[in-house]
């Protein structure tokens, strides 16, 4: 009984992992014609308007949360969900349909930003080999965006600022990792879940307004809609549940491996919908990227 609940754990994480790598290289980029900040203020309330269907009952804690509540709450809607998403949309339009597997791979740098960030505030250790697997990483992940070529930005090409804003997005997510250990300690995944969606669109719905960008609403095709109806099913709040209740059924070390579907399928998704192919360097420092950050997860873990 016990090996079936694993399974089943490990099985629910690597669909929320397949679903990401659909999403960041198939759905989001189709929203192109679209501004960035108009769709991160959708892609968070499309899926919070469906929470209140069935967790309203969270409405409770309103009274319940402490001012630190409200601190870290606010914190991992404004890295997690504004920042982290607006990189990573703006990362993914900068190149065009071009290897966006790349700015996929890159965002799993982010473990190096959460314990670097986990160490500061939470007083957390590093461990020994952390500074050796982390340089690897970040060298493997400058060759997968580079190859042999250095950076040249007078060529006209994004590829340099959609590493960065990649980059950016590790570190946020990597932050709303961290703030998200704080909350978690008193409140359930459940709870953390519906206040970051609900956070994130009132933060973004601030920025959408005071930017004049909510006339976007009439510029979205019946397309756009269907593809923010679908996000917010699959890879929006419905695999973000998925991981969690499969997380709550693995140790760490097993969903570190199944998180691997991301990446992976990132790069099969954008071979099969864009006929991207990363050239034998980029592979090399592909694996080579992953397998670093796996060395520092299971250290970590």
Not at 75 to 90: E, H
Not at 135 to 154: K, Q, R
Request: with cysteine; charged share 10%.
């Amino acid at each position: 009984m016990k090996k079936n609940i694993v399974i089943l754990g490990a099985f629910l994480i690597c669909i929320s992992a397949i679903l990401w790598g659909f999403d960041g290289v198939v759905l989001t980029p189709r929203l192109f014609n679209l501004d960035v900040g108009f769709i991160v203020f959708m892609l968070h309330a499309i899926p919070f308007v469906i929470m209140n269907l069935f967790l309203f009952r969270e409405y409770k804690y309103l009274k319940k949360f402490t001012r630190e509540d409200y601190v870290f709450l606010g914190l991992i809607a404004l890295f997690g969900g504004a920042l982290g998403t607006l990189s990573i949309v703006k990362a993914l339009f900068l190149l065009n349909f071009q290897h966006l597997s790349i700015v996929v791979l890159l965002q799993k740098l982010q473990p190096i930003f959460a314990i670097i960030l986990a160490t500061i505030l939470l007083k957390e250790k590093i461990k020994r080999n952390f500074a050796l697997w982390a340089s690897v990483a970040i060298i493997a992940g400058y060759f997968l965006t580079f190859g042999f070529h250095p950076p040249n930005l007078e060529t006209g090409s994004n590829t340099v600022y959609a590493a960065l804003y990649a980059l950016l997005a590790a570190f946020s997510f990597g932050s709303a990792t961290v703030f998200g250990k704080k909350i978690l300690t008193k409140y359930s995944f459940k709870t953390a879940t519906f206040y970051r969606f609900g956070f994130t669109a009132l933060i973004m719905l601030v920025f959408v307004f005071f930017t004049n960008k909510l006339g976007q609403l009439y510029i979205t095709t019946q397309i756009n809609w269907i593809i923010f109806i679908i996000i917010a099913f699959t890879t929006g709040s419905g695999a973000i549940f998925l991981y969690y209740y499969g997380l709550k059924k693995v140790k760490a070390i097993v969903s570190t491996i199944c998180e691997l579907c991301f990446p992976i399928s990132a790069i099969i998704f954008d071979y099969i919908f864009n006929q991207s192919v990363l050239s034998p360097v980029q592979w090399i420092s592909a694996v080579i990227m992953i397998f670093s950050i796996i060395k520092i997860s299971t250290e970590k873990n």
